[in-house]
């Protein structure tokens, strides 16, 4: 196991620069698959993939914002052009813009549910083209938490990773024909950029929540990740697997 159980795939990575959806990349790739990397930032990308391929893997970073339509299918055409195939695809990209219901800004609702949902749909649509005409593929949606349980203070971000999981379900009921697998993962408190920005008050009460005592590592939610990416997960799909230290159970 390990190194080549991935050799030959290919996967895209949405907001894989930076924590979660890096740890993703980098496993993935450590496997032995190809990976595309997407985010905003080009010399952040650059710097990401030069670390997977020093360590080994084979990546490349497209600048693509996962709100726009063209950029979104330019990235998926850009994978299949670089590496005539897509065989994984990760929507890991995603922010918050906490804030009372009653205090909320309609920006800071359109904005969450915009990168968070509308974005995943999108890249989703544009890559199911591909793994239709392959008959088989693999997406992996990060959802959270707050999807399944709410979290106060986030009404917005509580309502996208909800949508994500209910996309998920429909996706897989559409997409099994072709041997396509619709999965979510939806971690728990993880130790990344999203969480430094939460006071320590909020921080810790979530944390006093967590029965395993500890913040996750974007390492926890990877290892979950390639799970759904490998062999092992053949007759996986629709569902949403947990990664919180029982936050939620
Ligand atoms: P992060 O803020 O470190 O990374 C988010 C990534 O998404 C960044 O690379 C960012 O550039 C990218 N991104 C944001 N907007 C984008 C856009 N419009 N187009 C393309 N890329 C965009 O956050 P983290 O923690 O690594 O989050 C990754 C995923 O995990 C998100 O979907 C988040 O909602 C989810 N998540 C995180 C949890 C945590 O505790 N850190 C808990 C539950 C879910």
Redesign the pocket.
């Known amino acids: 196991m390990g190194a080549e159980a991935l050799a030959g795939k290919v996967v895209v990575v949405?907001?894989?620069?930076?924590?979660?959806?890096?740890a993703i990349a980098s496993l993935l790739a450590e496997d032995g698959a190809a990976v595309v990397v997407?985010?905003?930032?080009a010399a952040?990308l650059v710097r990401a993939s030069e670390e997977i391929e020093a360590l080994g893997g084979t990546a490349v970073g497209v600048v693509?914002?996962?709100?726009s339509r063209q950029d979104a299918d330019r990235l998926v055409d850009t994978a299949r052009e670089r590496f005539g195939r897509i065989d994984i695809l990760v929507n890991?990209?995603?922010?918050?813009r906490d804030g009372l219901l009653v205090r909320m800004k309609d920006a800071d609702w359109d904005e969450v549910i915009?990168?968070?949902l509308r974005?995943a749909f999108l890249m989703m649509r544009a890559v199911s083209k591909t793994m239709v005409r392959q008959r088989s593929g693999r997406i992996i949606n990060?959802?959270?938490?707050?999807g399944a349980m709410g979290n106060a203070g986030q009404v917005n971000?509580s309502a996208a990773?909800a949508g994500l999981i209910g996309m998920t379900k429909a996706a897989a009921r559409e997409l099994a024909h072709w041997g396509i697998l619709v999965n979510a993962v939806?971690?728990?408190?993880?130790?990344?950029?999203?969480?430094a920005a939460m006071s320590a008050e909020a921080r810790e009460a979530l944390l006093a929540q967590v029965p395993l005592r500890r913040i996750?590592t974007?390492r926890d939610?990877a290892e979950m990740v390639r799970f759904l990416a490998g062999e092992g997960a053949a007759y996986v799909t629709g569902q949403v697997f947990h990664v919180n230290g029982g936050l939620y159970m």
């Open positions: 949405t907001g894989g620069s930076r924590g979660i959806g890096f997407s985010g905003r930032d952040r693509a914002d996962v709100v890991n990209a995603g922010i918050t915009g990168v968070n974005g990060i959802a959270s938490t707050a971000y990773k939806a971690p728990g408190l993880i130790e990344t950029d999203m969480t996750g974007s939610v």
